[in-house]
């Protein structure tokens, strides 16, 4: 049996946030279903962001470590350093 | 008959911004899955994030506007154009 | 000899507030200029940004509290603990 | 003479855009010291956020684009439409 790859790995991992995310829309749905105050509504959405935040931080971090340079047909070429400062710097926007 | 209130017309106005955003966090979570390319997904991410802001300052709006001064027991303290000044910023922060 | 008022003290507290965003603005400049890492130039231009959103949480607060009814001729009309959950969201979306 | 290199040119226009900041940043000192009214004070903090935000994606550009691949150990190493895609994602979270 082959070992799941990390792509399919990455994609759990993230569709499991994503379910999380959807979990939360459904608690603010019910919240202004069940006539809660606005400051529960106001906790529940902020909460959305924030999933959704992190959620983006993830992708651009595949993203960048996946994409920008074709690792097979540029062995070693991202650097990692400067990749580390820039995820840095997009996670502190996304907090 | 009874007029619907405003408040169950802004419930409905908001329930259905929530629908749509779980639309949205449902599309994301299908595109995870047919491993649909990180820019789509990156695009589909960014779109939940704009229409939960949407929402939050629609939330905020109602809040001010509802909450902020007991319009019964004190019919015109809220200063409409301070009010004003106050939701644009909000929405330029949430936009 | 009179109290300062509390209007002359939140203004030097903003101001304060000010000179120091301003002085974060000149290290970037200075760091620019002596070609700094793109990394130290980023960390500072973040700094200005969280400064920059601190201060207006505190221009949004003042409005609030101070404009958005008219303590004189309808005191006791703003509604204190619906002020706090407007502000609390505000800070969360400043920080 | 040799003509002015890629790197000083954007030093050029990065320390243009930082001095413009900085006189937004005396604008609101101004406004404060002259007892401006929150809604103009308010509008000058926004515009110092927004002129932030455009200088943080400028930089953020620069350093991906020179910094991620050293391009002359690996030249086209770099995949252009992958960064695009990225940078993409960086301008829409800081507008």
Known sequence: MRPMTHTIR?????LARVRRIRGQVEAIERALDGEAGCEKVMHLISAVRGATNGLMAEVVEDHVRTHLVDSERHPGALNA???DQL?????????
Do not use: G, I, M
């Open 87 to 95: 995820l840095d710097v997009v996670r502190t926007y996304l907090k």
């Open 10 to 14: 990455d994609k759990q991992k993230l």
């Open 81 to 83: 350093e400067a990749t």
